[in-house]
């Protein structure tokens, strides 16, 4: 018999398609494997605001992992287990300081029940997803509390500068970086505690659970999954993810996330039998 697995899985490019949505195929495979007996959890660097909504399309109850790990919870309720690692007060401070110097177009500060954002230009807010953010002007003293993580939307070359001081000055931060809106010279800086991944989480769900390091799975597609695939018991990259991804994996899936990749995958790799494990959650 199959041990239980513990299946993080990413969003963008991998749960979802290219229309940042959930396939019905995706959707009845994952809610198979959760009434198989495995524990599927998101795993996203996506602030609780715009993945909860994946969340309970999927009907999950298990935890979520967001902020690339720096938070964990159970959407919707009190978990005993929910832990946030914040941003060190400091460091905020002196990091949003550094706007003018660096000529910084947006910055969002964000937790999980914080998202709030200033910029002075509001054709970025249509570009980022931040749609539920409230705007305000953003300093240590105005912010409510630390947040657990901050978006910098800055021109590229100003980014890579930027994100060498903050790396070099706040060894309690990591800096990522990612491409900004299309057709505009920007990126994206998300700034997170150090020492925190996807993996952090998952880790410490594979714990709470009892679950062995073999029987972790995990799919990604992108930088920010290349620790989670490197280390987890199973590691599946996606077909459009990238060479680096593939690299490290045990798998990649023969299909796209465009044509239910992962959840084909998994189907064949945990033996579901989708329709009769359906049949039977809902009998």
């Not at 990591?174 to 150090?194: F, K, M």
């Not at 990649?252 to 959840?263: C, F, I, Q, R, S």
């Amino acid at each position: 018999m199959l041990s239980r697995k513990l299946i993080a899985l990413d969003l963008d490019g991998t749960t979802l398609n290219e229309a940042s949505q959930i396939s019905e195929r995706t959707r009845q495979v994952l809610q198979a494997a959760d009434a198989a007996g495995h524990i599927v959890t998101i795993a996203t660097g996506r602030p609780n605001a715009v993945s909860v909504q994946y969340y309970d399309a999927l009907g999950l109850s298990t935890p979520m992992i967001n902020f690339n790990g720096a938070l964990v919870h159970i959407p919707h309720q009190h978990w005993a287990g929910e832990y946030e690692r914040r941003l060190p007060q400091q460091a905020v401070g002196e990091i949003l300081a550094m706007r003018d110097r660096y000529h910084i177009g947006l910055v969002a500060a964000e937790g999980k029940n914080m998202m709030l954002v200033d910029t002075d230009d509001p054709s970025l807010l249509d570009s980022m997803p931040i749609s539920v953010a409230e705007s305000r002007p953003l300093s240590a003293a105005s912010l409510p509390a630390a947040p657990t993580s901050l978006m910098v939307v800055i021109p590229t070359q100003a980014g890579v500068d930027m994100a060498a001081e903050i790396m070099a000055d706040f060894p309690s931060v990591n800096v990522n970086t990612w491409g900004g809106p299309e057709n505009r010279d920007l990126s994206v800086l998300e700034i997170i505690h150090a020492g925190v991944e996807k993996t952090t989480g998952i880790n410490y769900l594979a714990e709470r659970y009892h679950i062995p390091h073999e029987d972790i799975m995990a799919f990604g597609d992108q930088f920010n999954d290349l620790d989670m695939l490197r280390h987890a018991g199973w590691g599946v990259a996606m077909a459009n993810g990238t060479d680096a991804v593939k690299a490290v994996a045990n798998d990649v899936t023969p299909l796209t996330n465009e044509e239910d990749g992962m959840a084909n995958y998994l189907a064949d790799y945990l033996h579901l039998h989708v329709d009769a494990l359906l049949a039977q959650k809902n009998a």
